[in-house]
């Protein structure tokens, strides 16, 4: 018996060997990510990819590094304008 603020319970069964789709097929349908490859690689029982952990560790370290990156044009470029700036300098002090 369900009641108007309760959903009905749905049970969805797939079979097959090999993930053709049915986990992202359970989960529009549900709402649900019946994948459990991702928990069992956070509880260390497989080793073909990344934890949690790791994953938030990978993309901290790639947002830092684009920061990085972007912090290392900067000054470049600031390098470039006072080596610009002094040349103009010497040459005007020179030139008298």
């Given at each position: 018996?369900?009641?108007p603020s309760q959903p009905p319970?749905?049970?969805?069964?797939?079979a097959?060997?090999?993930?053709h789709g049915k986990t992202a097929l359970i989960e529009r349908?549900?709402?649900?990510?019946?994948?459990?490859?991702?928990?069992?690689?956070d509880r260390g029982q497989r080793?073909?990819?990344?934890?949690?952990?790791e994953r938030e560790e990978l993309a901290r370290l790639r947002r830092e590094?684009?920061?990085l990156r972007v912090?290392?044009?900067?000054l470049a470029k600031?390098?470039?304008?006072?080596?610009?700036?002094?040349?103009a300098t010497s040459t005007k002090s020179s030139d008298s």
């Open positions: 018996m369900n009641t319970n749905l049970i969805v069964g797939t097959g060997h090999v993930d349908l549900t709402g649900i990510n019946a994948d459990r490859l991702q928990e069992e690689r080793k073909d990819g990344l934890t949690t952990a590094n684009r920061q912090e290392r044009d900067i600031a390098t470039a304008w006072f080596a610009g700036r002094s040349d």
